[in-house]
């Protein structure tokens, strides 16, 4: 099955929590890899 070009750009664009896999709200200004409870967790 081939990937549709558009599909597969949408994919990419998804961000999910590489800690967790938990969908990501998206966030112009954000580059973090995690979501936020991951992030907090991380500062402690
Ligand atoms: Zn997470």
Do not use: I, W
């Not at 597969?8 to 999910?16: A, H």
């Amino acid at each position: 099955m081939l990937m549709n070009p558009v599909e597969f750009f949408r994919t990419l664009q998804k961000k999910e929590c590489c800690e967790c896999g938990q969908h990501m709200e998206e966030q112009a200004e954000s580059y973090f890899m995690e979501c936020d409870r991951c992030l907090a967790k991380k500062e402690e």
